[in-house]
């Protein structure tokens, strides 16, 4: 890997991490549900299974997918705070909310992969 890769990255990483923590804040503290991380792991995965599939046929070393599949949908979907999310809502009494978040984000975002990926050999 080059330094341009890393800067590609770093750039998209910067701006899918501050696009995410914006729309933790507007969801996030309206509801009892993380709407902000749950959105942002599916739009992510959306775009991840559409770039893989466009991009995989050039290779991973394609600009567009250092600096949107890599930097982007790293910064923009997080394992992290999902995570963390989860233990705070069933540690906090929100048991099945907790397991809810924990069953439809894993399933939707595989949806989202399947669909990116289905998009992208349109």
């Not at 990255?9 to 993380?34: E, M, V």
């Amino acid at each position: 890997m080059n330094w341009q890769a890393l800067l590609w990255i770093g750039l998209g990483g910067g701006f899918g991490s501050a696009l995410r923590a914006y729309l933790s804040f507007l969801y996030n503290t309206k509801y009892d549900f993380p709407w902000g991380t749950f959105i942002a792991n599916v739009l992510s995965s959306i775009l991840l299974g559409y770039l893989f599939g466009k991009l995989s046929t050039d290779g991973a070393s394609h600009w567009w997918y250092w600096l949107l599949g890599i930097g982007f949908c790293g910064g923009f979907s997080t394992f992290s705070t999902f995570s963390l999310e989860s233990v705070l809502l069933m540690s906090q009494g929100s048991v099945k909310i907790g397991l809810l978040y924990i069953l439809s984000s894993i399933f939707v975002a595989g949806i989202a992969i399947y669909l990116g990926l289905k998009l992208s050999n349109l």
